[in-house]
């Protein structure tokens, strides 16, 4: 609860509005205060029933007279009166004070007292996994900028909190490759929400086998990427998917952008991959397709007035198709491919792209693919995968290399 102090009493006061209602409800006031004082008269009248009397001045009131309408004592302290109420007026003065009132209520007041007196964060969901409560709170009020609020419980006692973006919870079964218990681990996981796809996922090891773990330890803390559940039925272990974003609108817009992954099993120390699996590379069939794809979208931009995404949409096809192959440990085809798909059309099509960093020649595309490669946080991986090399094979030379024709004679 947020602490009581002059500084959060600003909560009650959101400006110009607030004025004009502090205006309204003086306005009623002074009102309310004219129709108090009354309306002076020139004769006497009963305090009770206002009954106009006979007499004009007090001491003309003899001493113990009664009101001749309601035999009220005139003689009493507060028996006579002078003035007459103006109850319209009273009225119009409670009305002004009461609208003051509310005006300045319904203008966040009511908000105000709320963000004083009431948890800034308001629980959203509660869930239970692996024996701990994983509780999920929102900031309770709408202009908060505050991020949600992710807290974990064991036996009542809070043991992670933080806050994250687009928060995700769940649990995983991992089979650890360096011992025979697999391991259970509940995962916490912030995501950036964005089209970039940037993610932490939090994994904390909950239990080995039958007897729960005494302390909450952290186990991994892993990026761009999310564990596959395998149902649970199938007794299978879980699989850590990590997605490499070095592709990510480089070369080529959002939509195009090829996406490549890499599975694994997280280990207290690292991720230890999956071998590569080179049936899940594009076939055959599908690289022809690319090819036939990138033929008709190179004719049909010759005529075309919007060259430019027909380029960016073959170069996402191209280079999707192409990292796959890397991926899975084909590299050499990957590189054929991508000469391959050059001749069938993407090199008209890069030629008429409309982004200047989308390389212009063979060579320079090939270089820049490299390099980018290089860029891969998985490049260790990547090359291992390819035994050690995911350079380009040497272009057939066309034009035979002259030697001139005195050089032997002068190297002598
Ligand atoms: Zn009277």
């Given at each position: 609860m947020m602490p009581l102090s002059l500084a959060s009493l600003h909560a009650l006061w959101s400006g110009p509005v607030d004025w004009w209602s502090v205006g309204l409800a003086i306005l009623g006031i002074i009102a309310a205060w004219w129709a108090l004082r009354g309306r002076r008269t020139d004769r006497l009248h009963c305090g009770k029933c206002l009954h106009a009397l006979a007499?004009?001045?007090?001491?003309a009131i003899a001493a113990g007279a009664l009101c001749p309408?309601?035999?009220?004592?005139?003689?009493?302290?507060?028996?006579?009166?002078?003035t007459l109420p103006r109850p319209y007026i009273k009225w119009f003065g409670r009305i002004l004070i009461c609208s003051g009132v509310a005006f300045w209520l319904w203008n966040g007041a009511f908000e105000g007292f709320g963000r004083l007196l009431l948890p800034r964060y308001r629980v959203e969901n509660t869930q239970t996994i692996l024996g701990c409560q994983v509780v999920v709170s929102q900031p309770?009020?709408?202009?908060?900028l505050a991020s949600p609020l992710v807290e974990v419980r064991q036996s009542g006692r809070v043991v992670f909190a933080s806050t994250m973006s687009h928060p995700s919870v769940g649990s995983a079964r991992l089979q650890d490759p360096f011992c025979e218990e697999p391991v259970t681990l509940l995962w916490v996981r912030s995501d950036s929400g964005g089209s970039l796809g940037l993610s932490e996922t939090y994994a904390f090891r909950i239990g080995g086998g039958d007897a729960p773990l005494p302390d909450f330890l952290p186990f991994a803390v892993l990026h761009e990427g999310a564990f596959i559940k395998s149902t649970p039925e199938q007794a299978e272990p879980d699989i850590w998917i990590a997605y490499?974003?070095?592709?990510?609108?480089?070369?080529?817009t959002g939509v195009n952008s090829p996406s490549v992954a890499l599975r694994g099993t997280p280990t207290s120390s690292k991720i230890v991959w999956s071998d590569a699996d080179p049936s899940a590379a594009p076939d055959e069939v599908r690289l022809q397709g690319v090819r036939a794809k990138l033929r008709t979208l190179a004719a049909a931009s010759?005529?075309?007035?919007?060259a430019g995404s027909k380029s960016d949409e073959a170069l996402g096809l191209v280079l999707d198709a192409f990292l796959e192959l890397v991926y899975e440990g084909r590299s050499n085809e990957a590189w054929h491919f991508l000469r391959a798909s050059y001749n069938d059309g993407l090199e008209s099509l890069t030629i008429s792209s409309q982004r200047a960093e989308v390389p212009r020649s063979l060579e320079a595309l090939e270089r820049v693919l490299l390099e980018q490669m290089q860029r891969s946080p998985y490049l260790g991986e990547i090359l291992r995968r390819n035994g050690g090399s995911i350079a380009p094979p040497a272009l057939p030379t066309t034009v035979p290399i002259q030697v001139p024709s005195n050089s032997r004679a002068t190297s002598r």
């Open positions: 007499q004009t001045r007090p001491d309408e309601c035999g009220h004592s005139l003689s009493v302290a507060g028996g006579l009166r002078q309770r009020w709408s202009d908060d490499d974003l070095t592709y990510k609108y480089w070369l080529t010759e005529t075309d007035a919007f």
